[in-house]
């Protein structure tokens, strides 16, 4: 087949991403594949279950003084958590001047983190703690060398992406040829200045997507 497979790459639960995208027993989507967490989780529409390690004590041991954390360093206003079962989200978007709130919980979040074994993801006015070993890069490799297709094209919008564009600059420079798409957004230049191609938002990808296959068809 041209299109040997698609795969969504996620830091949300494969779960959620599955329901959120309509994608259980959808006809024609058997070869899709779900990488939630980063890749620790992955949903395969051809068997419609989800396959994931045992989850890390850390992510428990964060989630339970997070709430105080917050407090003390004042936090709070305008700031939420994000449960995400295998990691845990501070978002700072709702805040006054959600930079100032991001550049705040920085150094304590990463040092709450390190304590317990965990990683920070920094995103779009989010800072995630989640287990280290695992990001979109690994996932995308991984799921690449198991799948050996002949090109690979990657789209994305935040910066939890730019370990993908690093991982297809790789394949490329090891002979497979990849096409890096950035889901336009002027908060995450770093992907857009990296990208082959820029399109407009979300919706942007999804007509990328659609006149592909119509030219594959």
Do not use: N
């Amino acid at each position: 087949p041209k299109v040997a497979a698609v795969a969504v790459v996620t830091g949300r639960p494969a779960g959620v991403a599955v329901r959120h995208g309509g994608f259980a027993g959808v006809p024609g989507l058997d070869h899709l594949v779900v990488l939630g967490h980063y890749g620790a989780e992955r949903w395969d529409a051809a068997t419609g279950t989800v396959t994931a390690p045992p989850p890390h004590p850390g992510v428990a041991a964060v989630r339970a003084e997070l709430p105080g954390l917050l407090d003390r360093v004042g936090a709070w206003h305008g700031t939420w958590i994000e449960e995400k079962g295998r990691s845990v989200a501070v978002h700072t978007r709702r805040a006054d001047d959600p930079q100032a709130a991001f550049e705040l919980l920085r150094e304590p979040l990463t040092d709450l983190a390190t304590r317990h074994g965990l990683i920070v993801e920094p995103g779009r006015m989010v800072l995630e703690l989640r287990p280290p070993g695992m990001d979109k890069g690994v996932a995308l490799l991984d799921y690449v060398r198991d799948l050996a297709p002949t090109s690979v094209l990657y789209a994305g919008d935040d910066l939890g992406d730019l370990p993908a564009y690093a991982a297809v600059e790789k394949l490329r420079s090891d002979g497979l040829p990849g096409v890096l798409v950035c889901s336009g957004s002027t908060e995450v230049t770093e992907l857009s200045e990296r990208a082959d191609v820029v399109v407009d938002g979300p919706a942007g990808v999804v007509e990328l997507l659609r006149t592909l296959a119509e030219r594959l068809a």
